[in-house]
């Protein structure tokens, strides 16, 4: 599988480059706009809530598009399109009983994504830029299992899921920036 994305043609890492300075962009807004709203699940907290893994969604299906266009596969990338899927309907379910149990279904989306982004960063990683992503799929393991534990404690709060967006939106402004590095020494 290496070798099929270390000879893939310079549009992937172009395609992969201007996804990841979107989703950065994007990233860096929601956390803005989730930090203000983070102490209750008012209208325009819960729809952050649901947008963000739905973006994660159509993310995914850009990057498999361009995958396949190239002439690749993405496995990974469709257990992502599903996961995070789910994670739409849990968070859905979750808000009305209120942010512990958010912060559970968002922590458990967290885990099984980072596991997900480490696997799919790995096999990519001939293309560069790919040890920023290797990093944060490690990091959003260890993030969920965080939001999980904070569920059960006395006063929690959806303020660490901006700090962890915002963060998840660095590694992939670093992954574009080393991609474009990549492009130019090839």
């Known amino acids: 599988m290496d070798t099929l994305v270390s000879t893939a043609p310079p ?3 172009a395609t992969l480059r201007k ?3 979107g989703r950065f962009a994007f990233a860096a807004v929601w956390a803005g706009l989730l930090f203000a709203t983070a102490d209750t699940l008012g209208p325009l907290g819960v729809a952050l809530l649901l947008v963000y893994p739905l973006f994660d ?3 995914a299906i ?3 598009r361009s995958a396949r266009a190239n002439g690749g596969t993405a496995p990974a990338l469709y257990v992502n399109i599903a996961i995070s899927s789910l994670a739409v309907i849990g968070l859905a ?3 009305p009983s209120g942010i512990p149990d ?3 279904v968002w922590g458990a989306w967290a885990v099984v994504s980072g596991l997900v982004q480490l696997v799919a960063g790995a096999v990519r990683r001939a293309l560069g830029g790919q040890w920023p992503m290797i990093i944060s799929g490690a990091i959003s393991v260890l993030a ?3 939001f999980i534990t904070q569920a059960g404690s006395g006063d929690p709060t959806l303020v660490n899921l901006a700090g962890y967006a915002f963060l998840g939106g660095v590694f992939f402004l670093v992954s574009a920036l ?3 590095r990549t492009r130019d020494r090839a």
């Open 102 to 104: 958010v912060l559970r």
């Open 93 to 95: 379910l979750a808000v």
């Open 11 to 13: 549009s992937v890492p």
């Open 57 to 59: 969604v159509a993310a």
């Open 19 to 21: 996804l990841y300075f």
């Open 62 to 64: 850009v990057d498999v």
């Open 144 to 146: 969920g299992t965080s």
């Open 178 to 180: 080393r991609l474009k």
